[in-house]
């Protein structure tokens, strides 16, 4: 990651009161570059209106254009790889306590409103959070933005309703994203999620629900496109991992073991076998830089 990470503060853009507002903005190249990265203590809803180039979150980059739309969690780092001059945004800035109580009351299937816990991973729910708006999202988004202009009788309320409106809206399209993006969507999606987490939490009944399909679905989905188990990959993945540390670290076979997401000694003795064809002990001392 380059540069330092400057923080919006919720206090320059909203009041305790009414924490919402909505921004017409035109982002530069000499400010928004790979040479600087953001935070915000809010969220942030973004919708593209003109202009090209990538969103960096957390490192990882993803295409934006005209009508690109993006939720942005609070601990998120995020910057602009811009392909034109200008990026002609609309920023929906908002913090959760706004429609904490409406937000109870939504049905979520694929765990779009996941996004107002804390234990949120933006990363883990990309397909659900970096859209393209269609026709009726962008109409939305720009009454929000006449609305919060305007300040007419009753605004703060008519905007609340309209927030509220387009999370559903972004909820669906998501959910549609999610259906449509069968196949080798949904591998590389579990290939991410296998390759960030095998040490610490994959949890293969939570990412099915998440994707909307049953455990045996997914795993014969998977197994049909890749020809490999879900299982399988993911001890490749904590192998790999645990041969690096073999090789590079001085931390005792068991150590290694556990922080590498086993939790079987033995078990993980004879898949390190399998894989390499010797036990821990002798690939160390064959590789090991210790």
């Known amino acids: 990651m380059e540069g330092k990470i400057r923080v919006y503060k919720r206090s320059s853009f909203f009041s305790d009161d009414f924490p919402f507002s909505i921004r017409h903005v035109v982002n530069r190249t000499e400010e928004f570059n790979l040479s ?53 945004l609309y920023n929906i ?3 959760p306590v706004f429609i904490e109580h409406d937000i109870g009351t939504l049905k979520d299937d694929f765990h779009f409103f996941s996004i107002f816990s804390t234990s949120f991973s933006q990363n883990d729910n990309i397909p659900l959070y970096l859209l393209n708006a269609d026709h009726e999202i962008g109409v939305l988004i720009r009454s929000m933005a006449k609305e919060y202009e305007n300040r007419s009788l009753n605004y703060r309320p008519l905007l609340k309703l309209k927030l509220l409106e387009l999370l559903i809206l972004m909820l669906r399209r998501g959910e549609r994203n999610l259906k449509a993006v069968r196949g080798e969507g ?3 999606y579990v290939n991410h999620l296998l390759e960030t987490h095998f040490a610490s939490g994959f949890r293969l009944g939570e990412t099915a629900s998440n994707i909307g399909i049953t455990k045996n679905h997914l795993c014969r989905l998977y ?12 001890n490749e993945f904590r192998l790999a991992d645990a041969a690096e540390k073999l090789r590079s670290t001085s931390k005792s076979v068991s150590e290694i073991c556990y922080s590498c997401g086993f939790n079987d000694l033995s078990y993980f003795y004879r898949a390190f076998r399998r894989r390499y064809a010797e036990n821990p002990g002798e690939y160390r001392e064959k590789y090991g830089q210790y």
């Not at 197994?223 to 879900?230: E, K, N």
């Open 36 to 88: 600087k990265r953001f935070q915000r203590e809010f969220w942030k809803i973004a919708y593209v209106i003109d202009g090209e180039g990538e969103l960096l979150l957390n490192e990882r980059r993803w295409p934006l254009r005209p009508a690109s739309l993006l939720l942005v969690h609070p601990g998120s780092v995020t910057t602009y790889n811009m392909t034109t001059q200008t990026l002609e």
């Open 93 to 95: 800035l908002f913090d």
């Open 186 to 188: 949904i591998v590389e």
């Open 223 to 234: 197994r049909a496109r890749t020809g490999r188990t879900i299982v399988g990959r993911l």
